[in-house]
Structure formats: structure tokens, C-alpha cells
């Protein structure tokens, strides 16, 4: 459990202040954010994909899917560029830092917290773009 206590894994969530609920809903605030974690979610990805041999297609085709959902969610931003391009490169070269480790057991629990937070993030950024096509006459992905 130290293990866990320790973590510090800095993983993307939507959170009330990324104005992607219903309640306070911004649509170029929240597909900016969408936008820009996904781009995190994919160095993440590329980390499970190198320590997750045995799985190695299943992670490669999320890795993929996640590519296409970003570039779906740049198309429905009114703006061409965002600021989501230059906070990439703040987060490559950190995140591979904190995911080193030679125990197994550290690596698959960290590729167990990752996979867990992209499911969380992909079942808000779903509910958020449902929104978006239904209530804000957004494109259709």
C-alpha cells in the first residue's frame, strides 16, 4: 500500500473547472481540454505499450483510436491552433521520468492506474461530446 500512497502519476481528468458538464458547459474551454489530454493520454499509452508486452495489439489500437478521437475533437474546436500544442512538449520529456522503474510489480501497477484513468477520462469526454452534438449543434466525429 506504500506503493500507492506514493503514487504521483499526474493523470489527466475533467473536472468541474474544465467547464465540461452540463451545468456550467463551455464548449471551446472543454474541447481545448479534451484535446490537450488526450495528447497526454497518448505518452502515457506509448509507456503501457512498451511494459505491457503481452497485450502489446490491444494497447496499439486504443493508442490509435485515442489518435483519431484527437484529431476528431481539433476538428470540432473553432480555432486551428491551441494551446494544447505547446503544453505537449512541457509533458514529454517529464512523464517518462516518473514512469521508470525496475520492479514489475510497480510497472504493472502504474500501467493498471493508467488504463483506469484513460477509462474514466474516455467515459467524461463521451458524455462531453454528446453534449456538444446534441445540445451546441456540434460536428457530428
Known sequence: ?????????QLPKITTEDMCFSTE????????????????FEIYLLHVKETFRSERNTVESIEYKTKILAGAV???MKSSKTESDDKETQTDTQIP?????????????TNRLILQAFIDYIQKTARAVRYIVTFHGGNKI
Do not use: P, T, Y
Open 1 to 9: 500500500m506504500e506503493m500507492l500512497a506514493e503514487n504521483n502519476l
Open 74 to 76: 481539433k476538428r470540432m
Open 25 to 40: 458547459f463551455q464548449k471551446d474551454k472543454c474541447l481545448n481540454k479534451i484535446h490537450h489530454d488526450l495528447l497526454i
Open 97 to 109: 521520468q516518473v514512469l521508470k522503474s525496475e520492479n514489475l510489480w510497480i510497472q504493472k501497477l
